[in-house]
């Protein structure tokens, strides 16, 4: 990370930088949806691609001169397409709401029917929430997961049979199990649905062959680019060829403007990331380091939803504690954990309060973290729970983390 010139301009801001930095060295991050993007992508994503403007697609622009962006943005969407095998990638939207937004253009008119996994279940503020854009225009029936924290497939069939969607939305932000796309493909054929996938959580398992592929089941799989897939902050939507023209032009002039190339050249060095052996090696290591965390708490006497993983994620149910997820959060942060409260099935908590704290090991896969840590991560967790008064015991706890950081050093 290369200060020099920022420290010269604006040293309010390097300070700043510098500042989030050392937290990030410094702190385990279990925020499920977050990672640690390379050097590699980062240098893409302070190039001058920022200076330029590309309305419209590669060879089809309303301004000159994007010879060289052109070259970036396809290689972009080849790589996409190649990874997660699907016929066309645009690689443009700014994020996985907007991706998915652009989805719901095409597909949807204003006040069609669509169904989508509830947000307090674990799906996403796009997939159909009252307070977003999806939930406010189209007519939502949500479905959940039981009370083990699995998606009730049948009832999800009764709810279509009902509610006779246009578009089915699966994928989720907080699901620890395998998602059966065949059987959401099932659903959607009997009642004449489009489907969409959200594989942001999953994305880097998926193009690591770990999770079902959903291309041969969805029309439509939207993806951010920055959790499990490793890449910039970002969103890609791809589809089958048969939607492609309809898709981009959602995408733009549907809604965006000017596509951010920098960071399309940041998604294009991630994909091709993604594709080598290495990065399979590093999402079997997300899901073992996942196992091993769910394990290593459940040893200490804390419920999991559902028990144990089956990918990235987990969600401690703190229900039995007498303890929130909101305190308890701020609780894992003063020891220098970071992750985020989150509703359990049947919260009896507000979302802003919530019984359950949701855990992710894709950021500390990426520093080297291994099972044995994960188990000593575990117990720090779980003895600062449970004691979550004792101030000397918390600061021996942030001790611990801070050992474990410093064995596992960001790279600068
Ligand atoms: N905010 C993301 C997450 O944390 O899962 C979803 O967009």
Not at 26 to 38: G, K, P, R, V
Not at 157 to 175: D, F, Q, T
Request: proline share 4%; aromatic share 6%.
């Amino acid at each position: 990370m290369n200060l020099e010139n920022i420290k010269k301009v604006d040293s309010d801001v390097a300070k700043a930088i510098e500042a989030e930095y050392e937290r990030q060295q410094n702190t385990i991050e279990l925020i499920a949806s977050e990672n640690i993007t390379s050097s590699a992508v980062m240098e893409a994503c302070g190039s001058v691609l920022t200076n330029k403007y590309a309305e419209g697609k590669p060879h089809k622009r309303f301004y000159n001169g994007c010879e060289c962006i052109d070259v970036i943005e396809e290689l972009a969407q080849k790589r996409a397409c190649e990874l997660f095998h699907m016929d066309h990638a645009n690689v443009q939207p700014h994020s996985g709401a907007q991706a998915n937004m652009a989805v719901f253009m095409y597909c949807l008119k204003p006040g069609d029917h669509v169904m989508g996994m509830d947000l307090s279940n674990g799906g996403h503020l796009s997939h159909g929430s009252p307070v977003n854009f999806s939930g406010m225009y189209f007519d939502v029936k949500s479905y959940g997961v039981d009370e083990n924290g699995n998606i009730d497939y049948e009832n999800v069939r009764k709810i279509a049979l009902e509610h006779k969607p246009k578009l089915i939305v699966c994928g989720a932000s907080n699901y620890s199990k395998i998602i059966d796309f065949k059987k959401f493909r099932e659903i959607a054929d009997e009642v004449g649905a489009l489907l969409l996938a959200d594989i942001a959580h999953i994305a880097g398992l998926v193009a690591a062959g770990l999770h079902p592929s959903p291309a041969p089941y969805c029309d439509f799989v939207t993806t951010t680019t920055h959790k499990s897939l490793r890449g910039p902050r970002g969103g890609i939507i791809m589809c089958k060829e048969e939607h492609a023209a309809g898709i981009d032009k959602a995408v733009f002039p549907g809604m965006q403007g000017g596509p951010l190339e920098h960071i399309i050249a940041g998604k294009a060095v991630a994909l091709l990331e993604a594709s080598k052996p290495e990065f399979k090696e590093y999402a079997a290591q997300i899901i073992k380091n996942a196992k091993a965390l769910a394990q290593g708490l459940m040893d200490e006497g804390m419920d999991i939803v559902g028990g144990m993983t089956e990918n990235h994620l987990m969600t401690l149910d703190l229900r039995k504690t007498g303890k929130t997820g909101k305190d308890m959060a701020n609780v894992l942060e003063r020891v220098g954990i970071t992750a985020n409260k989150n509703t359990v099935p049947n919260d009896p908590q507000s979302p802003f309060v919530t019984s359950g704290i949701r855990l992710g090991t894709p950021a500390v896969t990426t520093r080297g973290f291994k099972e044995e840590d994960m188990i000593e991560v575990a117990k720090i967790i779980a003895s600062a729970i449970y004691a979550s008064d004792n101030e000397l015991g918390l600061q021996n706890l942030k001790e611990r983390s801070l050992k474990l950081c410093k064995k596992h050093p960001i790279e600068r």
